[in-house]
């Protein structure tokens, strides 16, 4: 190669730093199943971070007085109202009602950045066990009913005792965080770091989201055996 072959080849631009994330705070987030004890403690946490929450029920009295309870701001509103307000929409709902919540909110989460942190576990006399779906995961499950929407997946392992106890001031646990596209992985990430304390850290494609959702029937044998409210950590990152 001569040394004008060499000027003319353009530089290799710098690998992108992965823990530059962008600004998320003025995002509004929408929280369905927000009156439950996990998207209760999230909304709770993401208020006191100043990000603008709006908490979802399917009856909207009861988020408007859950919203009420929490205060900073918080708002309350049926789960359609809440989905059609919201930049992104954390779903926080029992695994039960999960595909009947997404399939009856398709339209108003079209275009929506959805963030899934359902665990589908059973319980019997052994404890906790994690379920199967069809589709894989309850991340895929989101994903292939919400076709028009662009589905993360993130928050599963937090205590929800720890979330909404307003005496704990920082959660020292990592979010992992999962998805198809690395701007709205990042979003989630950021949303995930407003959180003091939290880190979100990338963990692989939706593909992937049924290891992180069963592990948290690891974590409920955990805290049960210990008296304790575990979160994970990830070394060396």
Known sequence: MTSTDSAQTPAKAPAKDPWDLPDVSG?????????????KGLAHRLARAGQKVIIGSRAAERARAAAQELGHGVEGADNAETARRSD??????????????L????????????????????F????????KPE??????Q???????????????????????DPGTERIDTDVMVLGEERADVEIVQALAGRIPGMRGVFAGRLRN?????????????VNRRYKAHAGLRVTDV
């Open 209 to 221: 989201a049924h290891q992180v959702e069963s592990l948290v029937a690891n974590l409920i044998s």
């Open 88 to 101: 992104i929409v954390i779903v926080a709902v029992p695994w039960e009602g999960h595909g009947d919540t």
């Open 27 to 39: 995002y509004v987030v929408g929280v369905l199943g927000g009156t439950g004890p996990q998207g």
């Open 135 to 140: 589709e894989g995961s309850a991340a895929e």
């Open 142 to 164: 989101a994903a292939a009913l919400l076709p028009d929407s662009r589905v993360a997946a993130a928050f599963h392992h937090l205590s929800a005792v720890l979330l909404q």
């Open 124 to 131: 019997d006399k052994k404890g906790a066990y994690a379920l």
């Open 103 to 122: 399939k009856a909110l398709r339209d108003e989460l079209a275009g929506k950045l959805v963030v899934d942190c359902v665990n589908p576990l059973g």
